[in-house]
């Protein structure tokens, strides 16, 4: 291939519609089922403001439309405001992705001010006890509860996020009772996704079927009772128990593009695990990355995909599937997503799901700094 | 007070911009993007919680003199809009 050539998946290429600022790996928090990465590489390295405005900048004249500020904690960065205004004036949608930890009115006010959309807080249970014992942090559910009650006051669109595991899944009538006192817009209830922290803690986190039965079911029927009122629900199973993957991002390099706390620009925010080299912002332009980058074309399309996928009729689907928990469980990229029930490797799933009746291992919570690895037995 | 007096209001959660990339009017919300057609972009911008359905169809008749009496195809929009929560009525 000469150099200039694009080949015929990055030629066809459209927009990335999703921009995933990771402002800093930072986090007040210690959830186990954190997705970020378990090294968290080195503070001194992350982009500053003047980087991060060149960032928004060019993904917007791309076509980028939706701008989320995470992390990690994104309220750690002090110039949070500056980057929620650029964006904002650019014609993003802006949406900040937070703990609700370090979250105050007088910030709530500063970034509406700034232009900020839409707050999403995440929470780890329906109460206290529960909440704060995930979280790894006292007065954690307390801060959470009115800050959410904060943002609704101050006019803000608001979605609330629950990460679902075992610890709290038998909390579910609870939990949408909590979204409905909050007034809450969307409440996600989404099982972890098994990444990073949460991988290493996949037997303590993985709920049964039994117990994710019931939580839909409790979710369902709510839902009928509230007749068009109040937040809407969405209840995500783990793919654990699913006979198909989950579509990994809407496909690899086609809608979301994450860039990490320190310039990393990835196709989706765990991929930094695979073995591919991906591009740095620091040394190249977000157009230049996203039609460009090797490791961006490296997924597209469906001629690096080997069998059952190459020749199953599902492969516009699904795509084959999530390729890092491809990586993560066999070693190879390349494979069908075990989660498939195609996959020759489908067994390690139903390893998986037997495992988490009896976990061995402790249980590790989410830290900053890998000398202080704390073990808490919830 | 009849359905034509109604004025109907953009729910908050909702931005409605134009988006060069799409080539089309967007409606934005928390992580997500509805694209519209040009009929349904066309009602949107008359909607500024001033105007009734009564007088968004009167000024799309004079904006579009051709395409005839739009009263149904306005309630039909609106009716889908408020389904999605994209639009409410004030009172
Ligand atoms: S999952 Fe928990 S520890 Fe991880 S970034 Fe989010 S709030 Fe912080
Ligand atoms: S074999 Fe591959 S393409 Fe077919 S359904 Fe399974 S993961 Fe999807």
Redesign the pocket.
């Known amino acids: 291939m000469a150099v200039n050539q694009l080949s015929e998946t990055q030629q066809k290429v459209g927009p990335p519609l999703w921009l995933l600022a990771e402002l800093t790996y930072d986090c007040p928090l210690h959830c186990p089922y954190c997705s970020n990465p378990t090294e968290l590489g080195d503070k001194k390295h992350e982009l500053s403001t003047k980087q991060w405005l060149k960032v928004l900048t060019e993904a917007r004249a791309m076509g980028a439309v939706q701008l989320g500020f995470s992390g990690g904690e994104p309220l750690l960065r002090k110039d949070l405001e500056i980057m929620v205004k650029h964006g904002r004036e650019l014609g993003f949608y802006t949406n900040l992705i937070t703990s609700g930890i370090g979250l105050t009115e007088k910030r709530i006010a500063k970034l509406k001010k700034a232009g900020l959309d839409h707050i999403q807080i995440s929470f780890q249970g329906a109460d206290p006890e529960v909440n704060d014992a995930i979280a790894g942090r006292g007065n954690a559910y307390q801060q959470k509860f009115k800050m959410a009650q904060a943002v609704k006051a101050q006019g803000y669109p608001m979605v609330l996020n629950f990460v679902i595991s075992k610890q709290n899944i038998n909390q579910m009538a609870d939990i949408l009772r909590l979204s409905c006192e909050l007034e809450a817009d969307y409440v996600e209830l989404a099982t972890a996704q098994y990444y990073g922290w949460a991988y290493h803690n996949r037997d303590h986190l993985l709920p049964s079927q039994e117990e994710l039965v019931e939580a839909e079911r409790i979710v369902n029927e709510f839902r009928q009772q509230q007749q068009g009122k109040g937040p809407q629900f969405i209840f995500v199973t783990p793919d654990y128990y699913e006979e198909?993957?989950k579509t990994c991002m809407n496909g690899w390099g086609s809608t979301f593009l994450t860039v990490t706390p320190d310039g990393s620009a990835l196709p989706c925010h765990s991929a930094k695990m695979l073995p591919l080299k991906f591009p740095n912002v620091k040394d190249k332009s977000i157009d230049d990355i996203w039609r460009k980058d090797f490791s961006f074309d490296y997924f597209r399309g469906d001629s690096w995909?080997p069998q059952?996928?190459q020749s199953?009729?599902?492969?516009e689907?699904?795509?084959?599937?999530c390729r890092c928990q491809a990586f993560m469980l066999t070693g190879d990229m390349h494979k069908?997503?075990p989660?498939?029930?195609?996959?020759p490797d489908h067994h390690l799933i139903e390893q998986a799901i037997t495992n988490a009746k009896t976990p061995s291992a402790p249980l590790i919570m989410r830290v900053n700094d890998p000398q202080e690895i704390a073990r808490i037995k919830l | 007070m009849s359905e034509q007096t109604m004025i109907p209001i953009l729910n908050s959660m909702f931005r409605f911009q134009y988006e060069p990339a799409q080539n089309c009017h967007v409606l934005l919300f928390p992580e997500g993007m509805v694209k519209l057609n040009d009929s349904a972009s066309e009602i949107i911008k008359l909607i500024d919680g001033n105007s009734s359905v009564e007088q968004i169809v009167k000024l799309l008749a004079a904006k579009f003199p051709e395409a005839g009496d739009l009263t149904d195809d306005v309630a039909g929009f609106l009716i889908t809009a408020v389904e999605k929560k994209w639009v409410h009525y004030g009172s």
């Not at chain 1, 199953?312 to 492969?315: H, I, L």
């Not at chain 1, 989660?339 to 996959?343: D, M, N, T």
């Open positions: 198909r993957p995909m059952p996928c199953c009729d599902e492969k689907k699904d795509f084959g599937g069908t997503d989660v498939c029930s195609k996959s």
